[in-house]
């Protein structure tokens, strides 16, 4: 049976669970109503759907398609996704960017890496469709430099792109600042692009971004001096993001209450990152708490708590972190049960990496 929590990831309607889990609810129940979807900026692992199986009692083979689930036990808006599925060369791009946003909110990545892209000229939705195909890609293949060029190729066209929407261009910039940040492998482009991201903020209309945007730019941003190892620039641009991480958070009405609370947990656990690269451990602590306090069904917030305690030596407290993370879950039970056996042991060897 499909833990309580988790049910949104088979049944696209369970609104419970931790953030993303949420996030999948909300976002399936706006495609069964033809709605614009909301643009949550989490998504699952590439192995996340074989922890989710593993924890729901199908050992066997976790699902690879949508279409794999019985259809007796689909939902509405589950069989409505296996139908545009079998439909997919005759909907519209627009449709087709809908089936990938699910896809991907889903875990759905060789499913997503599988489906053929228009032939024709891109439009804007088209481009959009080729930049998450090749994320799919990358998330069913790893590291590839083809897929690399494409996808970056693609991000460069539309932070470039005058006609577009500035958030759209100012998205794509961003994207682009964290993926050569990420690579190292241009170490001039990140700066680059945090440049092309700054004048696109620069000298717009109060109101032309939202408090969400501006947030997640200030995080984005932020990749730069921290791979420099400017940690008191990280700050400055962390203090702006939760600023409007916060704002985002009192001023959100029900519709959008959701996206302002992911935001912000994202926020919260980039700042603990940061503060425990400048090695300030009740920061880090503090941060890493506050997301717990934030989305306290998520095991990967407990994980990484406990994480630290270890690191700080506080094995009874870690062990205790640990503990209610394996209670909570696909995707960290097998990480966090051997993380408790080793805290009573005191030894932290031969145990699996942390999701």
Known sequence: MTPYRLAAYHDLISGHGPLHAQAVADTGRCYLARLPLPPYQSVP????????????????????????????????AW?????????????????????????????????????????????RDGVRLAHRHCVAQRMVIGQDSEISRHLRALLRGQAEDDSLPLPVRLGAAVNLVVEY????????????????????????????????LLSA?????????????????????LDASER???AALRAAGPERLLLARENHRLVLMTRARAAQARGHRDETEHYLRAAVRADPQDPVSHVQLADFLVLTGRL????????????????????????????????????????
């Open 45 to 76: 692992s590439a192995t996340f759907r074989v922890a989710l199986a593993e924890e729901a009692g199908e050992r066997k083979v976790a699902l690879q398609d949508p279409r794999d689930y019985p259809a007796a036990r689909r939902s509405a």
């Open 181 to 212: 940040a990420r690579s190292a492998d241009s170490p001039a482009a990140p700066a680059h692009w945090q440049s092309a991201a700054a004048e696109l903020v620069a000298g717009v209309p109060h109101g032309t971004y939202s408090d969400i």
């Open 217 to 237: 730019y200030w995080r984005g941003v932020s990749f730069v001096p921290f791979h420099r190892g400017d940690h008191d620039r990280v700050r400055e641009m």
């Open 244 to 246: 409007l991480a916060r």
């Open 316 to 355: 009874r407290d870690a062990c205790s972190s640990y503990r209610r993370a394996a209670a909570l879950g696909a995707p960290c039970t097998a990480y966090a049960r051997a993380q408790v056996a080793n805290c009573r042991t005191g030894r932290f060897t031969d145990v699996p990496e942390p999701p």
């Open 79 to 123: 069989q409505r996704l296996c139908t545009d599925l079998d439909s997919w060369q005759h909907l519209g791009i627009t449709q087709q960017l809908d089936v990938s946003t699910m896809l991907a909110r889903l875990g759905f990545w060789p499913t997503l890496a599988g489906l053929p892209l228009p032939g024709k000229a891109p439009t």
